[in-house]
Every structure is written in structure tokens, then in C-alpha cells.
């Protein structure tokens, strides 16, 4: 199922609301960087699904502190997995 995250989106899991920076689509996979005002507020997070309830979960995600090394990491990943 492909989903669509546009730029500024937001969205709670449990009790952490997280925002979307940028989201990429393609026919099997996505890519999102989003933020959330907690400990490491930065996170790339990959093959994120919506759930029946209107939560939403990632396959995995990568945590970091710093928005550019996020970036960094979100530009890297998006050449090898999309």
C-alpha cells in the first residue's frame, strides 16, 4: 500500500507527536525524515505503513541528535534504497 507524508504532516504515536521534514515514495519502498520533541528529535525512519487504527510504524529508523547529520543519513539511504 503506498502511502503519501507531505511536508510539515503530523502525527501521534503513543504519546509522541512526530512531524514529517520530507517523505519519499516509490513503487516498494519510502523514506521519511521526520522530527519529534524528544531525546535523539531526529529520525529517518524506512517502509513506514499505516496501521487500522490511523497510527502508523516503520520497518526500522535510524536516531540522531543533529538535523544534518539526519539529512545526511536520509540523502544517503534514499540513493541505495529507492
Given at each position: 500500500m503506498t502511502i503519501f507524508?507531505?511536508?510539515?504532516?503530523?502525527?501521534?504515536?503513543?504519546?509522541?507527536?512526530y512531524t514529517v521534514?520530507?517523505?519519499?515514495?516509490?513503487?516498494?519502498?519510502?523514506l521519511a525524515l521526520l522530527k519529534r520533541d524528544t531525546y535523539c528529535p531526529y529520525?529517518?525512519?524506512?517502509?513506514?505503513s499505516q496501521n487500522a487504527d490511523g497510527t502508523y510504524t516503520w520497518a526500522w529508523g535510524h536516531y540522531f541528535n543533529d538535523?544534518?547529520?539526519?539529512?545526511?543519513?536520509f540523502n544517503?539511504?534514499?540513493l541505495t534504497l529507492l
Amino acid at each position: 500500500m503506498t502511502i503519501f507524508m507531505p511536508e510539515g504532516f503530523k502525527f501521534i504515536n503513543g504519546k509522541i507527536e512526530y512531524t514529517v521534514i520530507t517523505f519519499k515514495n516509490s513503487v516498494h519502498e519510502n523514506l521519511a525524515l521526520l522530527k519529534r520533541d524528544t531525546y535523539c528529535p531526529y529520525v529517518v525512519a524506512r517502509r513506514i505503513s499505516q496501521n487500522a487504527d490511523g497510527t502508523y510504524t516503520w520497518a526500522w529508523g535510524h536516531y540522531f541528535n543533529d538535523l544534518s547529520h539526519a539529512t545526511a543519513d536520509f540523502n544517503e539511504r534514499l540513493l541505495t534504497l529507492l
